[in-house]
């Protein structure tokens, strides 16, 4: 059976929860021609990849459909197929069902995100079953489910196939949303660089409607909270400000509060804990006129140093009980991971408030979390203040001393962190500008070689157009050329015998004129060892006045430092032994140090020590013995001498004796 048919199609196929009669009309005509031209591989294709469902636009439709002569189609059959697809289509797909169902669920309340993967997961051993937009729907919803319900991502695999599906057959909508769960794969393997591109790539995606708002106030949330990684607080504060803006966008009150509140940390890493404690307490007020008092609850947390140090400590009991009772961050007493550092602000408060016995009780909880650095140095700088609180001298050292190395340990480590942060950061960046600038270069090049491939290929076919037409013409001139040869070699010959004598005479001249350069040079030679010779014998005198000058100004200058009314003060401190320098006399040294020998202070302030090993160093470079510094600094004599070494190596990298580091500060003015 033959047919004639010609037709004129353009489709472009979307991805779509809803599908109108007349759009699914268009559907089901398109696949009747397809069996008409018996083409039933596009047939099982689309109803295999893009349904259900699908959204089909019809741009141009042309289609004329004329059987020849004695050969005719049974059109029942045609037709019944049809009504048979039509209702086969129509049925509701179980798989969509489940998939809107779990969607709902993770939608209506956050915490219910666990609820949705429990669903899906009752569909995830039919995968097979489903066609290629139901798998790659499936697998956006479960990854929704999993980052809503705080699960880490292990893989960015699927999501990748995810976005590259979208791309092509998604929504806006659906594209910015696989952008930004492929940003928190990224995110949680740790990723940065790679997290920021498709958070920010999510963005371009935007739409107009409150969806889209809520969906970019959770994009910008990420982008702060990596941009905090990488300690670049301010760009993390103004990423906050877009969040919270497109959060009111979305008439979404609670996350905008939410957000709002995530700028006290933010706060606090700048050490600005007034703004801290205005952003928090605003943002309790405003959940608490809510009615949300386990939101209000849980910001208790962030202000609690600061209200301890500032003595104020009736406010400070009211966010521990409300924290305590409201938060939901409890559990038999008991903190939930993560937030164990509760237990040493709590500590703090109890020490502010003279309850010992609670506070070392708390403080020592801490050390049941001493594999975290920061719990760490919070347990012992605790144990240190509590046992200096209570006239315990020789605990007081031991865990001040054990903080001060566990804060050095922290401190390290932090850095090295944020180094490899930025370095992954730099190298991203720079590794993008490169592939962008080469991408640029290649695009060019090959309009280039485009360019001149056309521009020879004009070339090539005008040459040879215009050979064909002059050939004639230069067989009609060789003959001519021929002719003029002969009396053209004849004037070269000529011209060539006066080029010759030219030459000869240019020669003479450059061999007189190389002799004279010789002779002068070796004149200028002599002149230049002779002004070398004076000027060196300038220098050395200069030299010699200058050292005189300087041993001078030494004696001078250590004379002040060793005579200066400053150490007769100390004396009378070494004297009296009852009586101690004040904290005025302290300041009056440092001043007495950054005037008198300036490069000495600023040496040791640029290796942040100690107040105490800087008065150490000052004493002993006053001369002071190190038994008298151990006085009046108001330690014990072995640990002015173990300082003292400790600086060599920290300061000079070398192992010695204390004496060997007095040596070198006794020579720094």
Known sequence: MKFKLSTKLVIKVSWHKKMSKNEFSKIIAYIFILLIINDLSKVYEIIENYYPPIRC????????????KNNRINMKYICAFVVLLIVGCSQSNEFDLVMNQANSVMEARQDDANMAMSILDGIKTQLNEMSLAQRMRFYLLYSKAMNKGYVKFSSDSIMKKVVDFYSYHGSNYEIMTAQYLLGCIYRDLGDSPSALKSLYDATNYAGEDKESYRMLAHIHCQIADLLEQQALVESDLKELDIARNYALLAGDTVDAITIFSLKAPAYSLRNQMDSTEIVTDSCINMFQRMGLYQYAAQMCGYDLEFLIRNRNFEKAKERISAYEMESGYFNEEEIEAGREVYYYFKGLYYLGINNVDSAQLLFRKCLDYIDDPNMKVASYYGLSQLYDRVGQPDSTAKYALLAYNANDSA????????????????????????????????????????????????????????????????????????????????????????????????????????????????????????????????????????????????????????????????????????????????????????????????????????????????????????????????????????????????????????????KRIMLMY
Request: hydrophobic residues 35%; glycine residues 2%; proline residues 2%.
């Open 57 to 68: 636009h019809c741009f141009c439709f042309f289609c004329k459909f004329a059987p020849e």
């Open 411 to 662: 401190h390290q480590k932090n850095e090295t962190e944020t180094t490899l942060r930025l370095q992954a950061l730099y190298n991203y960046g720079k590794h993008q500008e490169e592939a962008l600038k080469n991408a640029m270069q290649t695009a060019s090049l090959q309009r280039w070689l485009f360019g001149t491939f056309i521009i020879l290929a004009f070339l090539v076919c005008t040459s040879i157009f215009i050979y064909i037409r002059r050939k004639k013409a230069v067989q009609k001139k060789i003959q001519l050329m021929q002719e003029r040869y002969e009396t053209e070699k004849i004037l070269l010959q000529r011209e060539m015998e006066e080029m010759n004598a030219l030459l000869e005479e240019k020669q003479s001249l450059l061999e007189n004129k190389d002799n004279l350069l010789e002779r002068k040079k070796k004149e200028l030679n002599i002149e230049i060892g002779k002004r070398e010779q004076s000027i060196a014998e300038l220098q050395e005198r200069i030299a010699e006045y200058e050292r005189n000058m300087n041993i001078k100004d030494i004696a001078i200058l250590e004379d002040e430092i060793q005579n200066a009314p400053m150490k007769d003060d100390f004396n009378y401190y070494l004297k009296n032994v009852t009586e101690c320098p004040s904290n005025k006399d302290w300041d009056k040294l440092t001043r007495f140090a950054k005037s008198k020998f300036p490069k000495l202070y600023v040496m040791l302030r640029n290796y942040n020590i100690s107040e105490r090993e800087l008065r150490i160093c000052v004493l002993t470079r006053l001369m002071f013995k190190p038994k008298d510094v151990a006085v009046l600094v108001g330690c014990r004599f072995p640990e002015v001498s173990l300082t003292r070494s400790r600086l060599l190596k920290k300061i000079y990298g070398i192992d010695g004796k204390a004496s060997d580091f007095d």
